[in-house]
């Protein structure tokens, strides 16, 4: 099956900058892909390229098969573009709102009408479709705007970040809203700056920065490419905090590490669930009590440091 | 989730019409449901004819023997093209920045479509506002001079000149950075545009460095042509030239504005950066 993206060496320049420098990705059909880097990093210019919106200055780009910049019209009927913000009308209800979008693919009204309920129903928004948009809690809106993308059936639909600026309640429930979309056959590409969202969300995540692809894999790939998880453990008294050390090293923990402001002992270790067993019953064997034994897989800093040996943001602390 | 059906259509898209149309209803909804839009635009025309009627009627000086209000009526209707229409310059530059204006051009539809749509809805909320004020200018003394004719003429008038400046703030709206930079790049284009004209005072009172900009300006055209037309033919009016010439002319510059910004305002929203 033809990738639904298919990007080779894009590149696009504003001014002095080079927002994308020699792109190369490949989203398959049938999956969420999610482009995930800091700000800056290309994601908004990567995602307008594809949208049409934004003409590359260099190399190819494909969407299921066409060619972005020689057929853009054509591309535009497949894909459906949630941008950062939600463009929805405020002073128009759902309905209509969904409506104008539907119209404006080409439906009838009759159809117009249909695909707006059909989406409302779909994205939990049935019962709000009356009301003016104004009134719509944030997360609400967001979904909205989802659905006015979605209403002319997309092949592929474009999330440019998608949660920005949502609580966690409506974060969840875009989630939910999107897992549903690829369960019904649509294909998404989202950007994320968060590693958690691009694992609860995506099959492929493609860490991007300064425009060029720097990993690509499934979330677990690129964790375990982080290398090394980190088990922490908090004993219970004080006392303890040299035998946990001594303890997370018989595991194989590579210099474990005490931080005596909390108490923590935190070793980098290779297999995690395997070592957080074994400490676990070394700890138990040694009657030491902890009062937490965790085990922290890498954060998108670690994953992004190993992979481009430079921290996510330039002002960002060390990763604890 | 209900088992709706997996495949994706095709759609080609709406027509340009169709594409049009849906944009103005956007523009028209959001105006008549959005309180201030709608006050502002509703009463502000009014607002001022009363204050310029009342308050400076008796200061300004009176042209050529009629009426101040009478005089003062058309000019100030063709000024409310600007201070209501530029309301078109903020409002197109906020779906700019909101990404609205993304969406839509990410939509299989032409891309001039969503612009016309934008101008045609813009012009009918000015000609509303402007036709407030002008229901009020019939309370405050103003009379007309006319036949049906000449006052159907004088509507059409107003309506293309309201039209083709429509394009000026659509363009000014487009190539601003935000929607407050437009709000100050049109009032910084209006404000000379209406006071440097004929629209509130006779041309030949203003101070001579000023004449040659008022006289050829499009609001002096445009406001001696309205006033040719509603009171009784150019030669009442202290006007050289006849009707018909302020008529024309006036007809021109709305042509040419509409050219000129119709291809400046199209372009912009079409490109690909």
Redesign the interface.
């Known amino acids: 099956m033809t990738p639904i993206i298919e990007s080779q060496k894009l590149t696009k320049r504003f001014g002095e900058v080079r927002a994308l420098d020699g792109l190369d990705l490949v989203a398959e059909s049938g999956r969420v892909t999610a482009l995930l880097g800091p700000n800056g990093a290309g994601k908004t210019t990567f995602v307008s390229a594809v949208a049409t919106l934004l003409r590359p200055d260099g190399g190819e780009l494909r969407v299921a098969g066409i060619d972005v910049c020689a057929e853009p019209n054509r591309v535009r009927q497949i894909i459906g573009l949630a941008g950062q913000y939600a463009s929805v009308e405020p002073a128009m209800t759902g309905t209509e709102n969904l409506q104008l979008v539907a119209r404006l693919f080409g439906l009838d009204r009759r159809a117009a009408r249909a695909a707006a309920a059909d989406v409302l129903e779909r994205l939990g928004l049935a019962d709000a479709g009356d009301r003016l948009v104004r009134d719509y809690s944030g997360g609400m809106r967001r979904r909205l705007d989802l659905g006015a993308s979605l209403v002319g059936r997309p092949r592929l639909l474009l999330l440019d970040e998608p949660t920005t600026g949502l609580d966690p309640r409506g974060r969840i429930e875009l989630w939910d809203a999107i897992r549903g979309l690829v369960a019904d056959g649509t294909d998404v590409l989202l950007t994320t700056q968060y590693l958690e969202e691009a694992d609860q969300l995506a099959r492929q995540v493609v860490i991007i920065d300064h425009g060029r692809v720097i990993a690509a894999g499934t979330p677990d790939e690129l964790r375990d490419r982080a290398g090394r998880n980190v088990i922490e453990v908090r004993p219970r008294s004080v006392g303890d905090l040299p035998a946990v050390e001594d303890a997370l090293a018989r595991i194989g923990g590579e210099s474990p590490h005490t931080d005596t402001d909390t108490q923590r002992v935190s070793a980098g270790v290779e297999r995690g669930a395997d070592q957080l067993r074994n400490i676990v019953r070394l700890l138990d064997e040694r009657g030491i009590d902890a009062d937490d034994v965790a085990l922290r897989r890498p954060s998108l800093d670690e994953v992004f440091l190993a992979v481009t040996g430079h921290p996510l943001e330039p002002t960002h602390p060390a990763p604890t | ?2 088992a ?1 059906t ?10 340009f019409v ?2 049009a149309l ?1 944009s103005a ?2 523009t028209i ?2 105006f008549f ?2 309180p201030q839009l709608l006050m502002l635009g509703t009463i502000q025309g009014a607002l001022f004819l009363f204050m310029f009627r009342y308050i400076f009627g008796g200061a300004i000086s009176r042209g050529e023997g009629i009426d101040y209000v009478d005089f003062l009526v058309p000019g100030f209707l063709v000024t409310q093209i600007l201070f209501l229409g530029m309301s078109a310059a903020t409002g197109v530059a906020e779906n700019a920045a ?3 204006h ?8 032409t891309r001039s479509s969503v612009m016309f749509g934008r101008s045609i809805a813009d012009a009918a909320l000015t000609l509303w506002g402007i036709f407030v004020a002008g229901l009020l200018a019939f309370i405050v003394g103003f009379r007309l001079h006319a036949d049906v004719a000449e006052v159907a003429l004088a509507l059409v008038l107003l309506a293309v000149a309201t039209y083709s400046f429509m394009w000026v703030f659509i363009a000014i709206g487009l190539t601003s950075k935000s929607a407050q930079a437009a709000n100050g790049t049109a009032t910084l284009l209006i404000i000379p545009l209406a006071f440097v004209s004929a629209a509130f005072v006779p041309a030949a009172s203003l101070p001579g460095w000023m004449q040659p900009v008022a006289a050829n300006q499009p609001l002096t055209i445009f406001s001696n042509a309205l006033r040719s037309l509603t009171l009784g033919g150019a030669e009442t009016v202290g006007l050289g030239h006849s009707t018909a010439y302020w008529v024309v002319l006036s007809l021109v510059w709305s042509a040419g504005i509409l050219l000129v910004f119709s291809t400046i305002a199209i372009s912009r929203f079409a490109r ?2």
């Open positions: 989730m209900t709706t997996t495949t994706t259509t095709t759609t080609t898209g709406a027509g169709t594409a849906q209803k956007r909804l959001q449901r959005t909101t990404g609205v993304d969406r839509m051009r990410s939509l299989p539809i690909r950066r």
